[in-house]
């Protein structure tokens, strides 16, 4: 969709928002993977303890022009995708983070992984020090002013136009560039099957109530999008409804709510997030409020508190864990 690359801006302006604001145990976040862009190379299955099957020579159009892989990748360095590198069983050979910040619900697989500080852009140095065989970026943004071209001269470099909304699409792309079709498969059939498990435990629960998810910033309140991050696992994979404030203020773009603003959100459940130890102070202050205590949610014990981290995060890996955390929490009213 045309409105699509402004909507890239803004995650990346919201990506860095979030990082840079919080404390290093709340405010790590992730950016979510998607793609409409399909590699042309014949691609089949893989395994841990077994050779790929794709094809090599492999030629792949991408956002930015085409590439060639000579052999299957093994050295990958893809920044913000590592979830779904992740779910196709592969460790990067580096991993996005911003000062000391990382994406800390991938820590347990992460921690040894270095890391390449993104706070004061791209470090071309550090990334052909690497020596990886393949790059990939999420976003024509992060391919832009000359930044694609010195990625090229390091490794063959995959561009998505979008890599923000659609993590399937990501992951099978991924797949079919690293000879791990299969296991993409897998994963998306894995989650496939516990949204659907998901959705029958909580029919009896949300039918008739709506939902929406709120992020307390430092010095602001965030009524969050329903298009991008956890709003696609709550209202589309879980087919929750949204309440009427998130459709008419927040649904393609995240609104700023004053706390009188927010007194208007009449969900009958919410989840929100702490954006980390700066934004503690602001949490105490709305929920000390006559406005906060007012909330249909919170009067009825139905608000909250969910981890930063991985709820504003899109992937194979925080979306099950989303998906987790609604289940366990609704199911045990």
């Known amino acids: 969709m045309k409105r699509m690359s402004g909507v890239i801006a803004l995650i990346l302006t919201v990506v860095l928002l979030i990082t840079a604001c919080g404390g290093a145990n709340n405010e790590q976040n992730g950016a979510a993977p998607s793609s409409t862009e399909q590699a042309t190379g014949q691609a089949g299955s893989a395994n841990e303890a077994q050779a790929s099957s794709a094809t090599y020579p492999m030629m792949v159009e991408h956002a930015a022009g085409k590439i060639t892989l000579e052999q299957q990748p093994k050295r990958i360095y893809a920044p913000y995708m590592e979830d779904a590198l992740l779910t196709l069983g592969i460790k990067p050979v580096m991993k996005w983070s911003y000062g000391p910040l990382v994406q800390q619900y991938l820590e347990p697989q992460l921690e040894d992984v270095p890391k390449v500080d993104f706070s004061g ?5 550090q990334v052909l020090a690497a020596q990886p065989d393949l790059i990939v970026l999420y976003s024509s943004e992060m391919a832009a002013n000359g930044a694609y071209e010195q990625f090229s001269s390091i490794a ?10 659609d993590w399937k699409g990501t992951v099978q ?8 079709e299969t296991e993409a498969k897998q994963a998306i059939g894995n989650y496939d099957a516990l949204v659907k498990q998901a959705r029958q435990q909580l029919e009896p629960i949300a039918k008739g109530k709506t939902f929406a998810i709120v992020r307390i910033k430092p010095k602001e309140i965030n009524l969050m999008e329903g298009i991008y991050f956890s709003g696609v696992t709550l209202y589309q994979d879980l087919g929750l409804t949204p309440a009427p404030l998130v459709k008419d203020k927040s649904w393609d773009k995240f609104a700023v709510l004053s706390l ?3 007194s208007e959100l009449n969900a009958d459940y919410i989840f929100y997030t702490i954006q980390g130890d700066d934004a503690v102070s602001n949490e105490q202050t709305i929920q000390s409020s006559s406005i906060w205590k007012s909330l249909p949610a919170v009067r009825d014990g139905h608000a909250y ?3 930063n981290n991985y709820w504003l995060a899109s992937g194979a890996i925080a979306n099950t864990m989303q998906i987790k955390d609604v289940v366990r929490l609704l199911t045990a009213q």
């Not at 792309?173 to 791990?180: F, N, R, S």
Request: hydrophobic share 30%; aromatic share 10%.
């Open 121 to 125: 852009g791209n470090n071309y140095e």
């Open 156 to 165: 063959p470099t995959y561009v998505f136009p979008d890599a923000a909304g």
């Open 173 to 180: 792309v991924l797949g079919q560039l690293t000879g791990k």
């Open 260 to 262: 009188e603003g927010l």
């Open 305 to 307: 508190k969910v981890e």
